[in-house]
Each structure stands twice: as C-alpha cells, then as structure tokens.
T-cell receptor, first 115, second 115 residues
Framework: NAGVTQTPKFQVLKTGQSMTLQCAQD?????MSWYRQDPGMGLRLIHY???????DQGEVPNGYNVSRSTTEDFPLRLLSAAPSQTSVYFC??????????????FGPGTRLTVL | AQKITQTQPGMFVQEKEAVTLDCTYD???????LFWYKQPSSGEMIFLIY??????QNATEGRYSLNFQKARKSANLVISASQLGDSAMYFC????????????FGQGTELSVKP
C-alpha cells in the first residue's frame, strides 16, 4: 500500500490564482481530512469527509472547497489564492468515519506559497 | 474550551537517555483520544502512540510510552534510550467524541538529541 499520497509536493501561486491539491489513499479508509500547518503551530482542520459524497467544514474552511466523489480521493480546491493561505497542507485518513479512537495517518504534505 | 498545551518549545537530551515531553489537555468530555505525532525535518507527520480516555493502562509502543494521568489531565510522552533519529518536532493531539474525528493539536516541542 502506498498509504496517503499528496501532489504536488511544492507549489507557488500568485494572488488570485486557483488550484487543486490532490490527496489519495489506497487503504479503503472512510474518513479523510485536510489540515494546514502554519509556522510554529500545530495543525488546524480545514475540511473533512466521512465517506463518498459527504463533506463538512472544519475549523478554518474559508477560501477552500472540497468534494469526495470516490472513497480514494479527496481534493482540496483553493478558489482564489491569498498570501494568508501560504502554509503546509496535510491530508489524512482513518478507517472509521469520525471515530474519536481511530488513528489518522497523514500524507507527506504540500508546501504552498502564495505571492 | 478544548485545548492541548505543550509548555516546552524546545528540549535537549543526551543520546541513550530517557526524555519526557509534556502535554496537558483541557476538556470536560469524558470520551476522548490522545495522540502523539513526530514531525522530522523532512516534514511528514508520523503517528507514534495512542491513549483512549477509558484505557486503564498506559499505552506503550516500543521505546515510546504515554504517561497518562487522567486526574491531572496530562498525557506525557516518554522516549526511552534516545537516538539521534529522535530529533524532531513532537505534537500532542486530542480527539473528542462527536466532533467528526477532528484532531486538536498542541504547538509542539522540538527535541534535539545530542551525541
């Protein structure tokens, strides 16, 4: 199993551009989520999904869209990039949707810079 | 408010010695999970250990153990026999029942292992 994969690893955008960060997992996990990590801070939840066709907002959802058409994929879309979205983005997945006892496994991250 | 506090921004330990990384949590919910993740300089988030709020015994995973003191609301990570490869950022995180699997992270502790 490849686990959780993310592409691209690095991206530079100009203010106002849009893009999609890709996330895929091959573990048949129900639950997938997106976090952002800003310098000197822990991760904060952007959006999450408890299964195909079901998504919900996390702590910092503004400026981001998600959809989940398959179990495997959970892309994160930046609608109009802003410098405040410069961050490292992590995708994570776990077996059981929303179970507080379930371990989430993270992808390698995407480092995004918005100029 | 639900919160994770890691009061040690940085720590040093001599190789082969044990080290304790502090973590306190704040929640009034009786059902929660506590996690530790390691983030090396390469940037990925690596799951280390999990403790459930109803677990009677402290969790252990190889050289990692979690010193769970429920009354004090602390979940300290103990690394025995430190190795140079243990140098990294360490994050404590919490999940709560009914919150969609959201991980609440502390700000992290940077551990440096000296040869």
């Amino acid at each position: 199993n490849a686990g959780v994969t993310q592409t691209p690893k690095f991206q530079v955008l100009k203010t106002g551009q849009s893009m999609t960060l890709q996330c895929a997992q091959d573990m048949n996990h129900e639950y997938m989520s997106w976090y952002r990590q800003d310098p000197g801070m822990g991760l904060r939840l952007i959006h999450y999904s408890v299964g195909a066709g079901i998504t919900d907002q996390g702590e910092v959802p503004n400026g981001y869209n998600v959809s989940r058409s398959t179990t495997e994929d959970f892309p994160l879309r930046l609608l109009s990039a802003a410098p405040s979205q410069t961050s490292v983005y992590f995708c994570a997945s776990s077996t059981v949707a929303g179970a507080y006892t379930d371990t989430q496994y993270f992808g390698p991250g995407t480092r995004l810079t918005v100029l | 408010a639900q919160k994770i506090t890691q009061t040690q921004p940085g720590m040093f330990v001599q190789e082969k010695e044990a080290v304790t990384l502090d973590c306190t949590y704040d929640t009034s919910d009786p059902s929660y999970g506590l996690f530790w993740y390691k983030q090396p300089s390469s940037g990925e988030m690596i799951f280390l250990i999990y403790q459930g709020s109803y677990d009677q015994q402290n969790a252990t995973e190889g050289r990692y153990s979690l010193n769970f003191q429920k009354a004090r609301k602390s979940a300290n990570l103990v690394i025995s026999a430190s190795q140079l490869g243990d140098s990294a950022m360490y994050f404590c995180a919490m999940t709560l029942r009914g919150q969609g699997g959201k991980l609440i992270f502390g700000q992290g502790t940077e551990l440096s292992v000296k040869p």
